[in-house]
């Protein structure tokens, strides 16, 4: 039987960005399957994203062989029934300069795990696997025993949870959409969007035989994380946000970024005139993520356990959790002692996915929204702009005098579903925890 949920995760990993890559691997086999990770540019360079996506399989490898040995629970049957691809994507924004987040996740986007920790880090031969067409190990006799339902009484080799891919990773979602029945495909985007921009624009009506895209970004409503006004991921990439967004419109071409002269000048062609659908794009902004938080008792109560009993997963998340627990605490008002806390940003995509029958997920009052994203100003790069006006839509589009950027038109401006309320904000953490680590023996 089909699963319920068959992903991408578009991602530039990070410590969240790990949290959310553990909920979804997590999952049981029949509610989710992750095709693929692709990773871009964002927390860090994406070499490094690469080698924590890599670190996240073969912790995960490790780990599978503990629970089996103490006689616990293997799980992540992400990884046991299924085997995601890893392709690697854009290395620079579509304009403008890069920009990166290792001032806050540390310079390897894991708060320095992989220099302080080295024990948890895969071995260097990793990199060979997407440089070259690698040797195919699951074509072997032992790895296809393990195609499908990986086996975990033998010790795992690099190779056998995942499939790397030399192919660039917007390519790589366009074959797979595809490949694939149409609506059938979620594109999770907790990155900067210049993978999904740079597939839209490559093959626009391929790109629209995705089901859905979710896409952790922006802030309407709230400050940025970033500057006051633009959270990280818009403002890395603000005219892939904007390209990404513009389909969504019935007429994109409304909502389209212009484009700036000059040495990071971008050249897309625009949409076609007629497309066949609407994107249906649904947006974690801050407005929501900021209110979903880890802390550090929470965290504790699950990890620290499994840690001291020798779980390779609990030891390695403590060990970039820790830090970054720290780090809250130092740098924010309120974050003292076990009460420090970390957003959840990315696994709130995720755990959407999951959930979304839940009649806790609810949108905005105003949604499908008209948010557009700034792409050139010298102050509010990467804002998301949302008309709060109460004013009347007109029965006719094009810009006027009165209505400047066409906000008003009936058929112009972009529809998104900004999510605002969830299943709970205290349940997110318990969820993540309990589906990554276990429920706690005491619960």
Not at 299 to 312: E, M, R, T, V, W
């Amino acid at each position: 039987m089909a699963p319920k949920n068959r992903i991408i995760i578009d991602t530039d990993p990070g410590v969240d960005d790990v949290l959310a890559i553990l909920l979804a691997l997590s999952a049981k086999a029949e509610d989710l399957e992750v095709l693929m990770i692709s990773l871009t540019f964002g927390n860090v360079d994406v070499r490094s994203c690469l080698r924590n996506a890599v670190a996240v399989f073969h912790i995960l490898e490790k780990e599978l062989a503990w629970r089996k040995e103490h006689g616990l629970p293997v799980g992540f049957e992400g990884i046991t029934k299924y085997k995601p691809i890893i392709a690697i994507g854009a290395e620079e924004p579509l304009q403008d300069r890069i920009e990166s987040a290792d001032y806050f996740h540390g310079v390897d986007g894991l708060a320095g795990t992989h220099t302080t920790h080295p024990h948890f880090s895969p071995e260097e031969s990793w990199q060979r696997l997407f440089e070259q067409p690698p040797p195919d190990p699951y074509l072997t006799e032992a790895a296809k025993a393990q195609q499908g339902t990986m086996e975990v009484e033998d010790e795992p080799t690099t190779t056998t949870s995942f499939i790397p891919s030399i192919v660039p990773a917007h390519k790589e979602i366009l074959r797979l959409l595809r490949e694939n029945e149409p609506d059938t495909i979620t594109l999770i985007s907790i990155g900067p969007l210049t993978n999904l921009a740079l597939a839209a624009a490559e093959d626009p009506e391929t790109f629209l035989r995705c089901k859905e895209v979710v896409t952790m970004g922006g802030t309407v409503d709230g400050i940025g994380n970033v500057t006051p006004v633009a959270e990280f991921n818009v403002y890395a990439d603000p005219y892939a946000a904007a390209r990404v967004y513009a389909l969504t419109s019935a007429i994109p071409s409304s909502t389209m970024p212009v484009p700036v002269e000059g040495e990071r000048s971008c050249n897309m062609p625009p949409y076609p005139a007629a497309l066949s659908k609407r994107l249906k794009l649904t947006l974690m902004s801050l407005d929501i993520t900021e209110h979903h938080m880890l802390s550090r008792r929470n965290f504790k109560a699950h990890a620290a356990d499994l840690a001291n009993k020798g779980s390779p997963l609990a030891q390695w998340v403590s060990a970039f959790m820790d830090p970054m627990l720290d780090k809250m605490e130092r740098l924010h008002i309120g974050h003292e002692g076990d009460t420090a806390a970390l957003a959840l940003h990315d696994p709130l995509c995720i755990w959407y996915v999951l959930t979304n029958d839940h009649p806790g997920w609810k949108p905005s009052p105003r949604s499908p929204e008209d948010i557009r994203v700034e792409t050139v100003g010298q102050w509010t790069r990467g804002m998301t702009v949302g008309d709060k006006r109460a004013r009347k839509r007109r029965n006719s589009d094009g810009e006027v005098p009165h209505d400047r950027g066409n906000w008003l038109g009936n058929r112009s401006g972009n529809r998104i579903y900004r999510m605002l309320d969830s299943p709970g904000r205290d349940v997110a953490a318990q969820y993540l925890l309990d589906a990554i680590f276990g429920r706690p023996v005491d619960s």
